[in-house]
């Protein structure tokens, strides 16, 4: 795997002319229209790179964009990789790796997720301040001690820095940001009632199929990560007549993007270059 990421990372450095991307963002269902913000864009496809896997998810375009975000240089990946696909763990987080060798220290994930906080509404943004992971851990099997410990700390997954640079940003411009517990199940299929509650119960706020996978390599690669979720739907009180709906979710995210787009490029503008070279 190794020799895989260090190929995959080659590749994407000759589309880029070697150029570094300290940050990259992977953009959840329906998010992907952030890219659209990224200047002088070079778009390669993942048919494109080796060894990468291919988007098959609603509202993911399958397209890994570099250029020039709140005047930094970036990483895009417009959509992601899923457990629900038949992806194992290091298919799912197989970019992480490939962007750690590209040179990447900043990871900004953001996904669609069910808002199971009886305060959250649809449209809500939700920095994520921790989680709940239901998934397989990623880190199970051989370690790879080139990038990381056997055993990385999870005290604190995501970036506290950046967090208050987040609320700090969206309370100048009179933004309403929402921070709870982010938890992952595997999907595909959505939650019973049952299940929302449960999760409610154990101390999850949003609810989702994605995201901690990236989030536990990027930390176990030293990487600073910060996270949002769009609430694309309230997971508390269902009429008799409600159904879950893929289509919905992905309005709902799409409708967000504008103010997510503002907040990422707003705090990217913010962070100091990185003294770690890649590796």
Same mark, same amino acid.
């Given at each position: 795997?190794?020799?895989?990421?260090?190929?995959?990372?080659?590749?994407?450095?000759?589309?880029?002319?070697?150029?570094?991307?300290?940050?990259?963002?992977?953009?959840g269902s329906g998010l992907g229209l952030l890219a659209d913000k990224?200047?002088?864009?070079?778009?390669?496809?993942?048919?494109?790179?080796?060894?990468?896997?291919?988007?098959? !998810? +609603?509202?993911? /375009?399958?397209?890994?964009?570099? =250029?020039?975000?709140?005047?930094?240089?970036?990483? !895009? +990946?417009?959509? /992601?990789?899923?457990?629900?696909? =038949?992806?194992?763990?290091?298919?799912?987080?197989?970019p992480v790796r490939v962007m750690y060798f590209l040179g990447v220290r900043n990871l900004f994930v953001s996904n669609a997720a069910g808002g199971v906080n009886f305060n959250y509404r649809i449209g809500d943004l939700m920095i994520i301040r921790d989680h709940i992971n239901?998934?397989?851990?990623?880190?199970?099997?051989?370690?790879?001690?080139?990038?990381?410990?056997?055993?990385?700390?999870m005290t604190r997954p995501y970036d506290l820095p950046l967090i208050a640079a987040a609320e700090a940003i969206a309370a100048a411009a009179g933004i309403r940001l929402q921070k709870g517990v982010y938890l992952a199940g595997s999907g595909p299929s959505y939650e019973t009632p049952a299940e929302y509650a449960f999760f409610r119960m154990i101390g999850a706020d949003a609810v989702g199929m994605s995201t901690i996978p990236e989030v536990i390599v990027a930390r176990h690669a030293g990487m600073r990560v910060f996270g949002m979720s769009v609430i694309t739907n309230e997971a508390c009180e269902f009429p008799p007549d409600y159904v879950n709906s893929g289509d919905d979710v992905i309005k709902a995210a799409a409708a967000a993007t504008e103010t997510m787009s503002f907040l990422f490029t707003k705090i990217i503008e913010q962070i100091a270059p990185s003294p770690v070279h890649c590796a």
């Open positions: 795997m190794l020799t895989k990421y260090k190929e995959t990372a080659a590749y994407i450095s000759r589309r880029i002319h070697g150029e570094t991307p300290e940050t990259a963002i992977i953009l990224i200047e002088q864009p070079i778009v390669i496809p993942y048919t494109e790179i080796p060894h990468f896997m291919h988007s098959t !998810a +609603m509202g993911h /375009r399958g397209n890994l964009i570099f =250029g020039t975000l709140g005047g930094k240089k970036v990483l !895009a +990946m417009q959509g /992601r990789f899923h457990y629900y696909e =038949g992806y194992g763990m290091q298919e799912v987080t197989y239901l998934l397989p851990n990623p880190l199970i099997g051989k370690n790879i001690d080139e990038i990381g410990l056997r055993f990385p700390d």
